[in-house]
């Protein structure tokens, strides 16, 4: 990339390239003409060990230069066309001491017409500067978002533990399975019944289903059994569900009547919900954030997918147009359009996260992603709304439902092709009697009590199957 002004947002943007040329104003944002002396409406900093995110939201959009400088580690950003404001100089007292990049932050008015902020870093940082447009509740915002320059991958580890017990377990099945045909193979046994031995069915209940081996003559011992479904299932892998709670940092979701914002409810509820699937034998959940940050759409998906998960449950607490709506609902995907239009508004309305939490991504890239995650299959659907009735008869013991079947829509966080997935609206947070609940812990706990059972019910009746057993 070489020197000069850029438009934001711009596909050759490399956030790592940019750290090599210090000395230089490694870009510029928004060159146009701009007026003299917008206002800042507020600064924000939202920390998270994936990256911290700080916004500038204004009245106008703004430009802005950045510039990174080595030993110590610190970013430089040139505003331009702003003066120094005490909103401005929020920011200073907004840096949070357990931030896992930002140590401090000073801003000072560099030039009669451009102020400059240092942002003094904890670690080497690959930033990202962009700006969104108006949308929502918000006007203009400039946004740095500071990535380590070695991305830590919490997730390595989970998937590691995976594999390795998805290996013991083929292992063990190779050797039951292996031992039954030895033990076949020894004379005056007569030939193995066909199913069992040549070819092990998929899912293990199923292997107790086969039919019963013909019974001998007399005189002939007794052939062996085939392993037995309980003999099976102890050896099953692990099962990781990725939970998936909604919006986070920029993007509230839905704020009730006193002023509780989904993002929070969610993340309780996320929270608690990993802690209870943990202590289950055999059972390990993820989370696509455990804090309150951002997370684009397609990136939930994305982090599911890398874990192999088995089970993708998104959990929501929205509103609706109308605030007498209430109950807990569930939603699975539909590639046909949605069961009700209540379905088709709540869709929308979720898949508007990305514009609102905003992304650095061009829209086109977005899309790009999109489409391959929207190879979405007959079998999927079928699966989710499977784990999507479980887990519903569960919730309908807590509380209220919205509507008695799983519902779908085209909502763009389920559509991992190869992965269950659910959306779990958990109760409208619009509804003020639905509100309170929802901030009320003990109410929290049932629910994850629900969920939880929910969860295992599905699995209990549909165990995974090993991928890749060398069979
Ligand atoms: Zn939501």
């Not at 104003?25 to 003299?36: I, Q, T, V």
């Not at 008015?109 to 003094?120: A, H, S, Y």
């Amino acid at each position: 990339m070489s020197r000069g002004p850029r438009c934001l947002p711009h596909p050759a943007f490399d956030r790592r390239g940019l750290l090599k040329r210090s000395g230089a104003l490694a870009l510029l944002l928004g060159a146009g003409e701009l007026a003299w002396g917008a206002g800042i409406v507020a600064v924000r900093v939202w920390p998270a060990t994936e990256y911290t995110r700080v916004t500038i939201e204004s009245d106008q959009a703004l430009s802005a230069r950045h510039l990174l400088i080595e030993s110590p580690d610190r970013l430089v950003i040139d505003i331009d066309n702003l003066e120094l404001s005490p909103a401005l100089r929020e920011l200073v007292g907004k840096v949070r001491a357990d931030d896992p990049f930002i140590t401090g932050v000073r801003v000072g008015q560099n030039q009669p017409r451009t102020v400059r902020l240092v942002i003094d870093l904890k670690q080497p940082t690959a930033p990202q500067l962009f700006r969104l447009s108006p949308v929502a509740a918000y006007q203009h915002r400039l946004v740095f978002d500071l990535y380590p320059t070695k991305a830590p991958d919490p997730l390595r580890a989970l998937l590691r533990e995976k594999t390795q017990a998805e290996e013991q377990a083929a292992r063990a099945v190779q050797d039951a399975l292996g031992e039954f045909i030895d033990r076949m193979d020894r004379p005056g046994i007569p030939e193995a019944p066909p199913v069992a031995a040549a070819k092990p069915p998929a899912r293990p209940p199923q292997v107790a289903a086969a039919p019963a081996p013909t019974p001998s003559p007399p005189m002939t011992p007794a052939p062996p059994p085939p392993p037995s479904a309980e003999q099976l299932r102890k050896i099953d892998r692990l099962i990781v569900v990725a939970l998936d709670p909604g919006h986070g940092g920029e993007d509230p979701g839905a704020i009730g009547p006193s002023g509780l914002k989904e993002k929070d409810v969610v993340l309780a509820v996320a929270l608690q919900l990993r802690d209870r699937l943990n202590a289950i034998p055999g059972m390990r959940a993820m989370l696509t954030r455990d804090d309150d940050f951002f997370v684009p759409l397609h990136e939930r998906v994305n982090k599911a997918r890398r874990v192999k998960a088995d089970l993708f449950v998104s959990i929501h607490a929205d509103a609706f147009i109308n605030p007498k709506a209430r109950g807990a609902g569930v939603f699975a995907l539909s590639n046909k359009g949605a069961s009700s239009a209540a379905a088709r508004w709540m869709a929308q309305r979720e898949n508007r996260a990305d514009r609102i939490g905003g992304t650095n991504l061009k829209s086109s890239d977005v899309h790009v992603m999109r489409a391959l995650l929207d190879m979405s299959t007959t079998a999927q659907i079928k699966d989710s709304l499977e784990i999507g009735k479980e887990v519903l008869s569960q919730i309908g013991k807590v509380g209220r439902l919205h509507k008695r079947q799983v519902e779908q829509a085209s909502f763009a966080v389920l559509k991992a092709p190869d992965i269950p997935s659910i959306l779990v609206e958990t109760a409208f947070i619009s509804n003020p009697e639905e509100e309170r609940k929802l901030a009320d812990p003990d109410y929290r706990g049932e629910l994850v009590k629900a969920l939880t059972t929910g969860i295992r019910r599905y699995f209990a009746r549909n165990p995974p199957v090993a991928r890749n057993r060398t069979l």
